[in-house]
């Protein structure tokens, strides 16, 4: 099969480990993000970019195509998308391979392993019949998240460089590290950058467009428990494992991630370690309504206050700090950028599908940074799993909608 330079893009980018680790500390988190970011700059540079920086400091790399004839004062739009990719699942050895015309049925990604996606488990990849999946041996995730999405926009600028017939305005992109432990906006310079506005092309299923995320917050429990010999222990003995636990169900059992969707928010447990002396738990806070999302924070708070009071002042200590708001208060006011990306979809024979992301991307800091940034699709599916894939006819189809949209801004 004749592969289009997007799709071989993608299948190079994904054999380059990238994955982020959020216990380094450090900016990049991992050292490895460098080896994308230096092929990507040569790509760049190969195809003909302009004022192409790289930030070797925090592995940040910025490009510009430049305007096309007569376009010089069209307003300057942006394409964003991350190289780091989660660290839930290695990507360590990521042996792509593509099911051609694909048959609805199960999937064997290792028969070695027996390890099968399923469509029981997965039934929406049946809508890709008769299309190209991209998929994994099992073993490891993908990529696609977000290196379709870095794919998609070298595809649209190189297209675009290759067409000067084709009218747009200057485009600025930006590959960033670390958006997976929520870091990918923390050295993004917007001055630098440059754009009037941009899009984050970090989604899911062709036809995904997004405007609104979660409220976010990050939550540690510390519990400083007291240890005795458990023959002597009444009276004396604070179990801080189960003064944490107890906390967890003060916490409304309903508001749990498995219980919720949609716009419904909630508390999650994500890591707890600790002994009978003390014990940390650490969760995330999130809720779409911003009234909704300071009531979780405070009941937080009201959870470690009652505990104290039954254990003793100090016992429990809550902290809470603020990750990310929902980007819909910024982009409300932009409503061209959700509309044109629909009415382009509509064009290409997509129906767009508009809901709130149940997470956050590097455009939701970016909005409140100053640069308004919906999020696009790109046409991948079950990210951070080893069950991950793309569609081939999609990616290629985020192309195209990247490059219209640059035709849409050729003019203010």
Same mark, same amino acid.
């Given at each position: 099969?004749?592969?289009?330079?997007?799709?071989?893009? +993608?299948?190079?980018?994904?054999?380059?480990?990238?994955?982020?680790?959020?216990?380094?500390?450090?900016?990049?988190?991992?050292?490895?993000?460098?080896?994308?970011?230096?092929?990507?700059?040569?790509?760049?540079?190969?195809?003909?970019?302009?004022?192409?920086?790289?930030?070797?400091?925090? &592995?940040?790399?910025? /490009?510009?195509?430049?305007?096309?004839?007569?376009?010089?004062?069209?307003?300057?739009?942006? +394409?964003?998308?991350?190289?780091?990719?989660?660290?839930?699942?290695?990507?360590?050895?990521?042996?792509?391979? #593509?099911?051609?015309?694909?048959?609805?049925?199960?999937?064997?990604?290792?028969?070695? =392993?027996?390890?099968?996606?399923?469509?029981?488990?997965?039934?929406?990849?049946?809508?890709?019949?008769?299309?190209?999946?991209?998929?994994?041996?099992?073993?490891?995730?993908?990529?696609?998240?977000?290196?379709?999405?870095?794919?998609? #926009?070298?595809? /649209?600028?190189?297209?675009?460089?290759?067409?000067?017939?084709?009218?747009?305005?200057?485009?600025?992109?930006?590959?960033?590290?670390?958006?997976?432990?929520?870091?990918?906006?923390?050295? +993004?310079?917007?001055?630098?950058?440059?754009?009037? +506005?941009?899009?984050?092309?970090?989604?899911?299923?062709?036809?995904?467009?997004?405007?609104?995320?979660?409220?976010?917050?990050?939550?540690?429990?510390?519990?400083?428990?007291?240890?005795?010999?458990?023959?002597?222990?009444?009276?004396?003995?604070?179990?801080?494992?189960?003064?944490?636990?107890?906390?967890?169900?003060?916490?409304?059992?309903?508001?749990?991630?498995?219980? %919720?969707?949609?716009?419904?928010?909630?508390?999650?447990?994500?890591? #707890?370690?600790?002994?009978?002396?003390? %014990?940390? /738990?650490?969760?995330?806070?999130?809720?779409?309504?911003?009234?909704?999302?300071?009531?979780?924070?405070?009941?937080?708070?009201? &959870? /470690?206050?009652?505990?104290?009071?039954?254990?003793?002042?100090?016992?429990? &200590?809550?902290?809470?700090?603020?990750?990310?708001?929902?980007?819909?208060?910024?982009?409300?006011?932009?409503?061209?950028?959700?509309?044109?990306?629909?009415?382009?979809?509509?064009?290409?024979?997509?129906?767009?599908?508009?809901?709130?992301?149940?997470?956050?991307?590097?455009?939701?800091?970016?909005?409140?940074?100053?640069?308004?940034?919906?999020?696009?699709?790109?046409?991948?599916?079950?990210?951070?799993?080893?069950? =991950?894939?793309? &569609?081939?006819?999609?990616?290629?189809?985020?192309?195209?909608?990247?490059?219209?949209?640059?035709?849409?801004?050729?003019?203010?």
């Amino acid at each position: 099969m004749i592969l289009s330079k997007t799709v071989e893009n +993608f299948l190079q980018y994904v054999t380059i480990d990238t994955q982020s680790d959020e216990t380094t500390g450090m900016t990049p988190s991992t050292a490895k993000q460098h080896d994308l970011a230096e092929l990507l700059e040569r790509q760049l540079r190969e195809m003909g970019a302009e004022e192409i920086t790289y930030d070797r400091e925090h &592995c940040y790399l910025y /490009a510009s195509i430049p305007a096309s004839g007569g376009c010089q004062n069209a307003p300057v739009l942006g +394409f964003v998308a991350h190289m780091d990719t989660s660290p839930a699942v290695t990507d360590t050895g990521v042996k792509p391979r #593509i099911i051609e015309k694909y048959d609805g049925k199960d999937i064997l990604l290792n028969e070695a =392993e027996n390890i099968v996606l399923s469509t029981a488990d997965f039934p929406e990849i049946r809508k890709l019949e008769g299309k190209d999946i991209i998929v994994t041996d099992g073993t490891t995730l993908l990529g696609a998240d977000d290196k379709a999405g870095i794919a998609e #926009i070298m595809g /649209a600028c190189e297209y675009l460089l290759h067409h000067p017939e084709v009218k747009h305005g200057k485009l600025r992109i930006c590959f960033t590290p670390d958006e997976e432990i929520g870091e990918g906006a923390d050295h +993004f310079d917007v001055k630098l950058f440059g754009a009037d +506005f941009a899009y984050t092309v970090d989604g899911g299923e062709l036809g995904e467009l997004e405007d609104e995320t979660f409220n976010a917050a990050s939550g540690r429990l510390t519990v400083n428990g007291r240890s005795v010999h458990p023959g002597s222990a009444k009276g004396k003995m604070v179990n801080a494992i189960l003064v944490a636990q107890e906390f967890q169900n003060l916490l409304p059992i309903f508001q749990n991630p498995m219980y %919720t969707e949609g716009r419904e928010g909630f508390f999650h447990l994500d890591r #707890i370690e600790g002994n009978v002396e003390k %014990t940390v /738990a650490d969760y995330i806070i999130r809720d779409h309504d911003r009234e909704a999302f300071e009531r979780k924070k405070a009941m937080f708070a009201q &959870c /470690a206050d009652f505990l104290n009071t039954k254990y003793g002042e100090g016992t429990v &200590c809550a902290e809470v700090e603020d990750s990310y708001y929902n980007m819909r208060e910024v982009l409300k006011d932009h409503g061209h950028l959700m509309k044109n990306a629909s009415d382009i979809l509509r064009e290409l024979g997509v129906e767009p599908i508009v809901n709130p992301v149940r997470g956050g991307t590097d455009g939701a800091r970016l909005s409140f940074m100053g640069l308004p940034c919906p999020n696009l699709c790109t046409g991948g599916a079950n990210y951070h799993s080893r069950f =991950e894939y793309a &569609c081939v006819q999609s990616m290629d189809k985020v192309t195209e909608l990247l490059i219209m949209l640059a035709e849409r801004y050729s003019s203010r």
